[in-house]
């Protein structure tokens, strides 16, 4: 069975750093990503990386400011968020991608297993 934990959200003021952590179980994948979503919007990527070739992708909005990572020993995936603004906060989500692609996707309904999410709030 496939499980996604999330962990690492939490309450940080505008400029500060936050590491999001992403623990999975369950099978191998082909890339994994984060998403987030804040209230009232629709969710939205945010990065994602290749398992194997550790290839990344940033959306626009984050660029420079976070990193993601992965430790394939642990089935560990990272997002180090840093220079946060408030627009920022949201419920982060882990999300998995089972297919092989070419390239690494940012669409949410091309990821087929999803964390419970972890809130993510920057205070101004």
């Known amino acids: 069975q496939v499980q996604l934990v999330e962990s690492g959200g939490g309450l940080v003021q505008a400029g500060g750093s936050l590491r999001l952590s992403c623990a999975a179980s369950?099978?191998?994948?082909?890339?994994m990503g984060w998403f987030r979503q804040a209230p009232g919007k629709e969710r939205e990527f945010v990065a994602a990386?290749?398992?194997?070739?550790?290839?990344?992708y940033y959306a626009d909005s984050v660029k420079g400011r976070f990193t993601i990572s992965r430790d394939n020993a642990k089935n560990t995936m990272y997002l180090q968020m840093n220079s946060l603004k408030p627009e920022d906060t949201a419920v982060y989500y882990c999300?998995?991608?089972?297919?092989?692609?070419?390239?690494?996707?940012?669409?949410?309904?091309?990821?087929?297993?999803w964390g419970q999410g972890t809130q993510v709030t920057v205070s101004s």
């Open positions: 990386t290749s398992w194997n070739s550790g290839r990344t």
């Open positions: 369950g099978r191998t994948f082909n890339a």
């Open positions: 999300a998995a991608d089972t297919h092989k692609r070419i390239g690494i996707s940012g669409r949410t309904y091309e990821y087929d297993y």
